[in-house]
C-alpha cells in the first residue's frame, strides 16, 4: 500500500500520543512524535515511534510546521493541544489535521457548548444566571478551567455568596451540583460511514472528592475541606446495559446538532462527560470535542470496541483505521482539515 505509506501520523508528545502512534503502527503507518526535551527519553523506548521532532516548547509548535508539511504528515488532535496551544494557534495549524476545527469555538465557549447540548436534546445540569436563583448545592467553574482546577462548590445561596467575595476569575457559570457517578462516555463518529461506535467508558478518579468517603462524615466536621475535582487518572467502566441505549442516542444526538450547528459538524473521536443519578437519568457535564485521555485504559482495545471489531481497537487506532479508509476510498478531504 505505497499510498498509505506515504502518509505519516504526527502528535504531540503528551496526553495520549503513545495510544494514538501505538494504533497508526498497528494500521501501518509511520509516525512521529513532537515533543519537548525532557519527554524524549519517554518517547525513545517505544518501537512503534519512528521519528521524535525535538522543539523547545509546545508553543514554539507554529514554526515546525513546515517540517512536517513536507513529510506528508497528518497531525492528531488530543488535550494538550487546547491545554498548550492557544485557540488561534490551534486554528491557524497548517498540517492536515484530523477532525473539523469549525466545532472548536462551540467547543471553548461554555455558553455556546450549552446551547448545543440543549439543540441536541442531552440533559445538561441546570444553569442559575444570578446568586438570587440558587435553590441547590452549585459547583462555580471558570471559563477556562481545566481538568477540575478553578472550581468551587456551594452547598446553597448563602454560602455562594460568601465564597465568591475570593474568586478571582471573572469568567464563571453556576451550574447545579449533580448527586450521582460519572460516566465518561468514549465514542467516534465515521463522517465516512455515518456510523457513530462507543469505544469505551471511563470514570475519573478525581481528588479530593473521590476520597471523602473514606472518612466519615462526623470525623470531618470542623476540618473545614473543600472538595476540589483535580483528575489524577482514570479507572475503566462497564456500564449497566440497560444505560447503554441512550448512550447511543445521545451521541447520536450531539452528532445531528453538530451538523446543524457548523459547517460538516463534528466528526472523530468526542467524549460526552456525564453524572448519572439514582434515577439512572444523564446529565452531561462536558463535551470535549477529540480523544479524551480516559482512552489510555484500552490500548489493547475495551469490552465496547470488541462488539465492533475482532481486532484490539483503541480510540487510537480507530482514528488510524479512519484515515486508512479515507486514503484508499480518496476522500482524505472529508476527514481532514
Ligand atoms: P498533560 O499532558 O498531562 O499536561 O495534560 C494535557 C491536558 O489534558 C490538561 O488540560 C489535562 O488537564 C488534561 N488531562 C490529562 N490527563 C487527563 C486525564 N487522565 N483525564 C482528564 N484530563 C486529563
Ligand atoms: P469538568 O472540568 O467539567 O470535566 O469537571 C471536572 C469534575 O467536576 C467532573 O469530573 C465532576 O467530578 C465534577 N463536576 C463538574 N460539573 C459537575 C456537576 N454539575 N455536578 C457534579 N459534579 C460536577
Given at each position: 500500500m505505497a499510498g498509505q505509506k506515504a502518509y505519516k501520523i504526527a502528535t504531540l508528545g503528551s496526553h495520549s500520543a503513545l495510544q494514538i502512534l501505538k494504533g497508526a503502527k498497528d494500521e501501518g503507518f509511520q509516525t512521529i512524535v513532537v515533543a519537548t526535551p525532557d519527554r524524549v527519553s519517554l518517547y525513545k523506548r517505544?518501537?512503534?515511534?519512528?521519528?521524535v521532532l525535538v522543539?523547545?516548547?509546545?508553543?514554539?509548535f507554529p514554526r515546525y510546521e513546515k517540517k512536517l508539511q513536507e513529510q506528508n504528515t497528518i497531525m492528531i488532535p488530543h488535550g494538550s493541544f487546547v491545554a498548550y496551544l492557544s485557540l488561534e494557534k490551534h486554528k491557524k495549524m497548517k498540517v492536515p489535521y484530523f477532525g473539523n476545527k469549525a466545532v472548536l469555538d462551540w467547543e471553548s465557549d461554555r455558553l455556546k457548548q450549552r446551547e448545543w447540548l440543549e439543540k441536541a436534546n442531552v440533559p445538561v445540569p441546570r444553569r442559575f444566571k444570578k446568586a438570587q436563583e440558587i435553590d441547590a448545592p452549585v459547583l462555580v467553574k471558570s471559563y477556562g478551567a481545566a481538568g477540575g482546577d478553578g472550581y468551587f462548590f456551594a452547598k446553597n445561596k448563602t454560602e455562594f455568596k460568601q465564597k465568591i467575595k475570593s474568586f478571582e476569575p471573572k469568567n464563571y457559570i453556576i451550574q447545579e451540583y449533580v448527586i450521582g457517578v460519572s460516566a465518561y462516555v468514549h465514542y467516534f463518529y465515521s463522517p465516512l460511514t455515518k456510523t457513530l461506535e462507543i469505544l469505551s467508558i471511563d470514570r475519573r478518579y478525581e481528588t479530593n472528592v473521590d476520597s471523602?468517603?473514606?472518612?466519615p462524615s462526623h470525623n470531618q466536621q470542623g476540618l473545614g475541606i473543600e472538595p476540589s475535582f483535580v483528575v489524577v487518572g482514570n479507572s475503566p467502566l462497564a456500564l449497566r446495559e440497560s444505560l447503554l441505549a441512550d448512550a447511543y442516542e445521545m451521541g447520536e444526538r450531539t452528532i445531528k446538532a453538530s451538523q446543524e450547528l457548523m459547517p460538516g459538524g463534528l466528526w472523530g473521536p468526542f467524549c460526552l462527560e456525564a453524572i448519572i443519578t439514582p434515577k439512572q437519568e444523564f446529565f452531561v457535564i462536558e463535551l470535549s470535542c477529540r480523544i479524551v485521555?480516559?482512552?489510555?485504559?484500552?490500548i489493547n482495545g475495551s469490552p465496547y470496541s470488541a462488539l465492533y471489531y475482532d481486532k484490539d481497537v483503541s480510540t487510537g487506532r480507530r482514528i488510524a483505521m479512519e484515515i486508512k479508509r479515507a486514503i484508499k476510498t480518496k476522500q482524505l478531504n472529508k476527514i481532514l482539515h
Open positions: 517505544f518501537d512503534f515511534i519512528d521519528k522543539i523547545p516548547k509546545f508553543s514554539d471523602l468517603g473514606r472518612i485521555a480516559g482512552t489510555n485504559l484500552f
